[in-house]
C-alpha cells in the first residue's frame, strides 16, 4: 500500500534498478546458465519489439503483419555498421555507418523538402494556370507530370546530395574521433550508434511503407502489410548480390557479440518509458481517438492518417531496436529468422498478454520466450511437441480469457495517471441531470 | 475562451455564417442530393427535415468533408470549404454531433473532451515524451478546461468513466459537450432526439437553446421527428429524395401540402384538402 503513495518516477526507477541490478548480480554470481541469462535478454528484446506492435494493433488498431520485416531492416543495418567497424568488410571501418546514416539523413532532407514545397498544391496552381490555353485533361496531365518529374529532381538532388555529404563527412571524421578512444569504448559507441540507426531506418521504412497502406483498414491493411514482409525477405534473401557480407540465404556471420543485458535492459527500460508518456500525452490520446473512432477523430480536428502513420513508424522503429539488439546476441543472421511468419510471435505476445496494455504485453514477451524454451526439458524425442504445447496454452487463454492476461489493464507506474477531479460543490450531481440543473451549477 | 470572443458581429447582424449552393451528391448512379442551397446567418437556429433517406446526412458530411462533394460549392465566414479535410474544416469552426452516437468508448468521458484540444495544444510529441515543463503546464490546462466543460453539462463528476460504461442520454451530452470544446461557431447536430423519450427530447431542447446562447452558436440541426424542429428552429429547410421541397417557419411548414404528402403520403394530402 505504502508502495502507491511513492510518486510515479520514483516508483519506475527503483522498480528498473531492482530488476536490472538484481538480474546482472544473479548471472555474474553463475546462478543461471549462460543460456538462461540469452533466453532473458531474447525475452526483453521481444518484449520492446512487442511494445512496438502494441503501439500499432493495441493503441492506433492498425492490424499490421509485416512487423519481421522491420525487426530485420534493425537487425541488418546495425549489423552492417558493427561488422564494418569491428571485423571491417567494407574497406573503411565507418563505412557502414556512413552507408546507413547517409541513407537516412538524405530520406529525411528529401521528405522535408517535397513537403515544404507542397507539390501537390503547385501542382492544382499549375493546372489551373494551364486551363487556360489547355483542355482541363491535357492541363491536369501535364501539370502531374511537371510536378513528378520536380519531385524526383527535388529527391535526387536533395535526398542524394546531403546523404553524399553526409557519407563523406562520416568517412573522414568518425574514423580520427573514435579511434582516439580505447577500442572497448569505441565498439560501445558504435553499437550505441548503431541501435540508433537500425531503429531509426526501420522507423523511415515504415513511413514510407505507411505512406501508401495505411488509408487501408482491417484484413486489407494486414494483406497489403504482409505483402511487404514477402518483399524484405526476398530481398534478405538476395541481399549479397547488393552488400556481397549479408550473405543472403547463407546467413550474416562474424556480428560482433556486442548485446549485453546493460544494454537490452537499458534500452526496454527506455523503451517502455518512452512509450509511456508518449501514450499519456496529447498525441497518445489523438492516436487512441483515432483508434476508437476515425471519422468522430477527424471532426475533433484531428488528422487521423497522420497519427495512424505516425504510430505505424514509431511501432516499426521499436521492432528495429529490437532486430538491432537481436543480431549483436547471437551474432548470426538469417532471413528464416524474417519472414512473415515470425511477424505472428509479437502477435501472439500482444494478443496473449493483452491487447493495448503495457504491462500486458511485456509478460506476453516474457511468458512467450520462457514457454518456448522451458519445453525444452521434455525428454528428446518429445521435444518437437513443444509447437502443439504453445499453441494448445495460447488456445486455452483465448478459450477462457479473450481480452489476454491483462486485459487493457496495466500495473504500477504504467496505469493512466490519476487526474484530481476539480472542485466543486455539484460533485454530486446525478448523470441524469438536466440542463436545467446545469444551468443552475454554472451561475 | 470560446471562439465567439475572436468573431466579432454579435448574433443579430445578418452576417452569413454558412453559404451552400448547388450541392449535389452522386452515390454511383444514385443521386442522393441534388441542387440543395442554404443560407444561414450568424445566431441563427436553423432545421432541415425530410424523411428517412431524404439526404439530409449526407449534406452535414458533405458540409464537414468527410465525403467529397459531386457538385456544389459550400462556404463558411466567406471562405470557400468544399472538399477540404475534415479537420482543418472542424478547425476552421464547424463542429458536429452523429446521429448514431460516436463518443470514443475505450476513453474515459475527460480524454474523451480533452482529444477535441489537441489541435490547440501548447506542447509537443517532444515535450510529452520528456515530461518538460511545457507538457505539465499544457496538460493542466487542457484538463482545467475539459473539466469546466464537463461542468457545465454537469458530467464533472464521471470523468474517470469509460465513454462507453455511460447511459444513453449522458453519451448524446457527451457527444455535445465534446463537439463544443472544438470550440466552433457553427454546430451541426445531426438528428440528436434519436432515440429519446419525450421528456429528454424536452430536456434536450432545453440544453441546445442553452448552449446556443452561452457559445454564441449558430445551430443548424438535422431532425426527422417534426415535433422536435417545429418547437426549437427559427425558420427549416425540407427536403425529399435529395431536393428541397418546401422552406419557411413552422407554421409555414406545417401547412405545406408538398411537406405533407413527403411525411405521410399522397393520400393524406387529398385527406388534409
Redesign the interface.
Known amino acids: 500500500m505504502k508502495i502507491r503513495s511513492l510518486p510515479t518516477w520514483l516508483t519506475a526507477t527503483l522498480f528498473f534498478l531492482v530488476v536490472g541490478v538484481g538480474f546482472q548480480i544473479i548471472s555474474s554470481h553463475g546462478w543461471l546458465s549462460g543460456y538462461w541469462q540469452q533466453v532473458i535478454m531474447l525475452g526483453t528484446l521481444m518484449a520492446i519489439s512487442a511494445l512496438g506492435l502494441n503501439l500499432k494493433y493495441g493503441y492506433a488498431g492498425l492490424f499490421a503483419l509485416g512487423h519481421a520485416a522491420f525487426y530485420g531492416i534493425g537487425a541488418y543495418s546495425s549489423a552492417l555498421i558493427t561488422k564494418d567497424w569491428i571485423v571491417g568488410w567494407s574497406g573503411n571501418p565507418a563505412g557502414g555507418l556512413a552507408g546507413v546514416l547517409a541513407i537516412e539523413v538524405g530520406f529525411i532532407l528529401a521528405v522535408v523538402a517535397i513537403s515544404y514545397f507542397k507539390i501537390g498544391h503547385l501542382r492544382n496552381l499549375m493546372r489551373d494556370k494551364l486551363s487556360r490555353w489547355l483542355t482541363p485533361f491535357e492541363a491536369s496531365v501535364l501539370a502531374t507530370v511537371a510536378m513528378l518529374l520536380a519531385g524526383g529532381l527535388t529527391i535526387v538532388v536533395v535526398g542524394g546530395g546531403s546523404g553524399w555529404l553526409v557519407r563523406q563527412g562520416v568517412l573522414a571524421l568518425v574514423p580520427p574521433v573514435l579511434g582516439a578512444l580505447p577500442i572497448a569504448m569505441s565498439q560501445q559507441v558504435i553499437f550505441l550508434l548503431a541501435l540508433l540507426s537500425g531503429a531509426v531506418l526501420a522507423g523511415l521504412v515504415g513511413f514510407l511503407v505507411g505512406l501508401p497502406l495505411l488509408s487501408l483498414t482491417y484484413d486489407y491493411l494486414c494483406i497489403a502489410t504482409l505483402g511487404f514482409g514477402i518483399i524484405t525477405y526476398v530481398f534478405f534473401n538476395n541481399a549479397d548480390k547488393l552488400i556481397p557480407t549479408m550473405k543472403g540465404a547463407r546467413g550474416m556471420v562474424n556480428i560482433p557479440n556486442l548485446t549485453t543485458w546493460p544494454w537490452v535492459f537499458a534500452c526496454a527500460a527506455v523503451a517502455l518509458v518512452v512509450m509511456r508518456n508518449f501514450i499519456y500525452s496529447s498525441t497518445g490520446r489523438a492516436i487512441l481517438s483515432v483508434r476508437d473512432d476515425p471519422i468522430a477523430a477527424e471532426t475533433m480536428g484531428i488528422n487521423a492518417f497522420k497519427f495512424k502513420t505516425l504510430a505505424y513508424a514509431l511501432g516499426c522503429a521499436y521492432a528495429g531496436l529490437a532486430g538491432a539488439l537481436y543480431a549483436h546476441l547471437y551474432s548470426f543472421l538469417h532471413p528464416s529468422n524474417f519472414t512473415w511468419l515470425k511477424s505472428v510471435d509479437p502477435f501472439v505476445m500482444v494478443v496473449f498478454g493483452g491487447v493495448g496494455s503495457m504491462t500486458g504485453t511485456v509478460l506476453g514477451a516474457y511468458t512467450f520466450e520462457l514457454l518456448l524454451e522451458g519445453l525444452r526439458v521434455l525428454p528428446a524425442e518429445f521435444i518437437d511437441w513443444r509447437y502443439v504445447i504453445y499453441p494448445l496454452i495460447v488456445l486455452a487463454v483465448m478459450l477462457f480469457r479473450p481480452q489476454g492476461l491483462m486485459g487493457n489493464k496495466e500495473w504500477g507506474f504504467l496505469k493512466l495517471p490519476k487526474i484530481a477531479k476539480k472542485e466543486h460543490g455539484q460533485g454530486e450531481a446525478s448523470a441524469g441531470m438536466s440542463k436545467a440543473e446545469a444551468q443552475a451549477s454554472e451561475n | 475562451m470560446a471562439q465567439s470572443d475572436i468573431h466579432g458581429p454579435d448574433p443579430g447582424t445578418d452576417s452569413t455564417v454558412l453559404k451552400i449552393g448547388g450541392l449535389t451528391k452522386f452515390f454511383g448512379g444514385l443521386r442522393a442530393v441534388h441542387n440543395f442551397d442554404v443560407e444561414i446567418k450568424r445566431g441563427e437556429l436553423v432545421g432541415l427535415i425530410g424523411p428517412n433517406g431524404a439526404g439530409k446526412t449526407t449534406i452535414f458530411n458533405m458540409v464537414?468533408?468527410?465525403y467529397p462533394v459531386s457538385a456544389g460549392s459550400i462556404a463558411y465566414n466567406g471562405q470557400e470549404i468544399t472538399d477540404r479535410?475534415?479537420?482543418e474544416i472542424?478547425?476552421l469552426g464547424i463542429?458536429?454531433t452523429?446521429q448514431k452516437i460516436?463518443?470514443?468508448?475505450?476513453?474515459?468521458v475527460?480524454?474523451n473532451v480533452?482529444?477535441?484540444?489537441?489541435?490547440h495544444?501548447r506542447?509537443?510529441?517532444f515535450?510529452?515524451?520528456?515530461?518538460s515543463r511545457r507538457?505539465g503546464q499544457?496538460?493542466r490546462e487542457?484538463?482545467?478546461r475539459a473539466?469546466?466543460f464537463l461542468?457545465?453539462?454537469?458530467?464533472?463528476?464521471?470523468?474517470?468513466t469509460l465513454a462507453s460504461n455511460?447511459?444513453y442520454?449522458?453519451q448524446r451530452r457527451l457527444e455535445i459537450a465534446?463537439?463544443l470544446a472544438?470550440e466552433p461557431d457553427l454546430l451541426l447536430l445531426d438528428e440528436p432526439a434519436a432515440g429519446m423519450n419525450p421528456r429528454e427530447v424536452v430536456?434536450?431542447m432545453?440544453?441546445i437553446h442553452?448552449i446556443r446562447d452561452r457559445f454564441d452558436l449558430t445551430i443548424f440541426l438535422i431532425e426527422h421527428q417534426m415535433r422536435v424542429v417545429m418547437g426549437i428552429c427559427e425558420w427549416i429547410t425540407v427536403i425529399d429524395f435529395g431536393e428541397i421541397i418546401a422552406r419557411g417557419t413552422s407554421k409555414e411548414i406545417q401547412n405545406d401540402p408538398k411537406v405533407i404528402e413527403a411525411y405521410l403520403g399522397s393520400q393524406a394530402t387529398r385527406m388534409v384538402a
Open positions: 464537414t468533408g468527410i479535410p475534415a479537420h472542424t478547425q463542429g458536429r452523429f460516436r463518443i470514443f468508448p475505450n476513453l474515459t475527460l480524454d480533452r482529444v477535441a484540444y489537441h489541435p495544444a506542447y509537443n510529441l515535450d510529452g515524451v520528456l515530461r507538457f499544457g496538460e487542457m484538463t482545467e473539466q469546466e461542468a457545465v453539462f454537469g458530467m464533472e463528476h464521471l470523468q474517470d455511460l447511459p442520454g449522458a465534446r463537439a472544438t430536456e434536450l432545453e440544453l442553452f
